[in-house]
Nanobody
Framework: QVQLMESGGNSVQAGGSLRLSCANS????????MGWFRQAPGTEREGVAG????????RYADSVKGRFTISQDKAKNMVYLQMNSLKPEDTAMYYC????????????????????WGQGTQVTVSS
């Protein structure tokens, strides 16, 4: 059974950095893509970054390009989200997801494309 577990969420001031981690219990079974999503109260879940696990190619939402970096460590079955220059609008619950996702277009950012989800880790950025 695939299980994803996020860690690394915290409260930071604007301009600060955080690194989120996602441990995947069954990376070979969980699909070809892993993504990071976020959801603030009263908003829809938003795709932040994705990585095609085979090739390592990455995708980013426009709102985080140049500030966030998604990476993976295949040997450890880990995916990371390095978040720099954090802004108050980055405040949200962050979720790790895995699944079989089309590498074309914006499928990576569609939450319905993913099968497996973690429980989330809270990121709060204060001004």
């Amino acid at each position: 059974q695939v299980q994803l577990m996020e860690s690394g969420g915290n409260s930071v001031q604007a301009g600060g950095s955080l690194r989120l981690s996602c441990a995947n219990s069954e990376s070979t079974l969980s699909g070809n893509f892993m993504g990071w999503f976020r959801q603030a109260p009263g908003t829809e879940r938003e795709g932040v970054a994705g990585i095609r696990t085979g090739s390592g190619s990455t995708r980013y939402a426009d709102s985080v390009k140049g500030r966030f970096t998604i990476s993976q460590d295949k040997a450890k079955n880990m995916v990371y989200l390095q978040m720099n220059s954090l802004k108050p609008e980055d405040t949200a619950m962050y979720y790790c997801a895995a699944g079989w996702v089309s590498p074309f277009g914006d499928s990576w950012s569609n939450s319905g494309s993913y099968t497996y989800w973690g429980q989330g880790t809270q990121v709060t950025v204060s001004s």
